[in-house]
């Protein structure tokens, strides 16, 4: 019999290349971590890089005298003629004022371009708020051409040849002029969290999507947590183990690796082509998301269900509590936690989910703010997609905040899913 291979030498080798494997083993990890955290991080660095001058939005101060001629006001009480008034016209009168010097058609065109088309807008509901601004001379604060915000940001190179830029050298000379004398400043951007979707990049906002988010969301709440909560303890509790439930099990755990987009699918030809609902409205985009969403809560329920110890049932029924009011009084209360924590998950995915919704037409333009789960609206995900696909660069600076603002809720959610998973989690 060979011993040579049980000797203290053969057996310090032996070792010695175990430590060594375990050794590189270890260092591969922390090489896989930190080349996972370098892609994070430059993924963070590049969104926030790109996104956070969005958050400031370029304004010119403009001193307009609402000179009813101009507007072709005959009664400054009339509301109907303040509403239909000519408010362009008045703002390249006041701009033809500020820079007289200016001649041709094409240069005042350029001119009238430096100022966002959203300023007669702006004046217009000055005039309707405040009709006495009639035949007075006020200085008012109105958005920049979005070309001109990229420009003042830095964003565009003012030195670079006219022809590699989409403002022109008598642009950039009269904004410079502006700067100088005090009337082009950044400012908070206020419209990018309060208006809805635009044509214009300096005129779009998030609040729209992030309404139709809230109603998306809430009837995804509304409908998929009773739904999975009373499916996994029918399932968990009272079903009997017998081949349909096994199915069953079978399905729910096969629905959760589904793609999102069939679930699109189903929706379009279920609720929209069948049940005749209305397109491009939370409500139906609640119901695909609650579709999605509910084997996530189902399978985290039960989970929740089982960590519940047996003794808590028998204690319960020993006591002579019926086998309903063991679950509803005893268990559930117990088991809540884990359940809410799985619903939070399940809703932080919904949140982010944009294939199904642009099945059933939530990829449609919309600039009015919904009122209401059956009014047609869009949701964040599929809001930064569309400014996405936009060539302005203007509208990258925002898809890249409206991604910012998305990551923000869903690291809320999900932070507030351990949170309550470590305040109530219970070690039996």
């Known amino acids: ?63 307009v005298t609402f000179d009813p001629e101009v507007l072709g006001i ?16 008045l703002v390249k009168k ?105 044509r214009e990049p300096e005129l779009a906002g998030i609040r729209g999507a ?66 005749g609902l209305p397109r491009s409205a939370p409500l139906v985009g609640g119901l695909v998301l609650t579709l999605m969403t509910l084997p996530t809560i189902i399978i985290a329920s039960r989970a929740a269900l089982k960590s519940v110890p047996p003794s808590i049932r028998e204690a319960a029924l020993g006591m002579g509590a019926s086998k309903m009011q063991t679950i509803a009084h005893h268990v559930l209360p117990l088991a809540m936690p884990g359940m809410l924590t799985g619903t939070i998950i399940g809703m932080a995915q919904a949140l982010g989910e944009t294939a199904p919704l642009l099945m059933i037409g939530m990829v449609a333009f919309i600039v009015d703010v919904p009122g209401g789960p059956l009014d047609p609206s869009t949701v964040l995900p599929v809001q930064i997609f569309l400014w996405a696909d936009s060539p302005e660069r203007a509208f990258v600076e925002r898809t890249s905040a409206a991604i910012m603002v998305l990551l923000a809720f869903l690291i809320t959610m999900n932070a507030l899913a351990v949170m309550l998973r470590r305040r109530f989690e219970r070690r039996w």
Not at 74 to 89: E, K
């Open 74 to 89: 005959a009664d400054a009480r009339d509301a109907t003629a303040l509403s239909a008034a000519n408010y362009p016209g």
């Open 210 to 275: 992030a309404v139709g988010s809230f109603y998306t969301l809430l009837v995804t709440l509304v409908l998929s947590f009773p739904i999975g909560v009373a499916a996994a303890v029918y399932l968990e509790e009272f079903a009997p183990t017998n081949r349909m439930t096994d199915l069953i099990e079978v399905n729910i755990n096969n629905l959760a690796a589904v793609p999102s987009i069939i679930f699109g699918l189903l929706g379009l030809a279920v609720f929209i082509n069948f049940f």
């Open 94 to 198: 006041t701009m033809r004022d500020m820079f007289p010097d200016v001649k041709g058609r094409k240069a005042r065109r350029a001119l009238y371009g430096i100022v966002s088309s959203g300023a007669s807008f702006m004046l217009r509901e000055r005039v309707l708020a405040d009709p006495g601004l009639i035949g007075q001379t006020r200085r008012i604060r109105v958005p920049a051409d979005d070309d001109v915000d990229m420009l003042v940001k830095g964003h565009i190179d003012r030195h670079a040849p006219e022809s590699e830029r989409r403002v022109e050298d008598d642009q950039i000379a009269w904004v410079a002029s502006l700067e100088e004398t005090g009337r082009i400043e950044k400012r908070f951007n206020t419209t990018f969290f309060t208006a809805g979707d635009s």
């Open 1 to 63: 019999m060979n011993t040579s291979v049980h000797t203290s030498d053969a057996m310090a080798r032996r070792l010695a290349r175990r430590r060594a494997a375990e050794r590189r083993f270890r260092a591969y990890g922390i090489i896989a971590i930190t080349l996972a955290f370098a892609t994070l991080a430059a993924l963070f660095v590049g969104i926030v890089g790109n996104g956070y001058t969005a958050f400031q939005q370029t304004y010119i101060e403009l001193d």
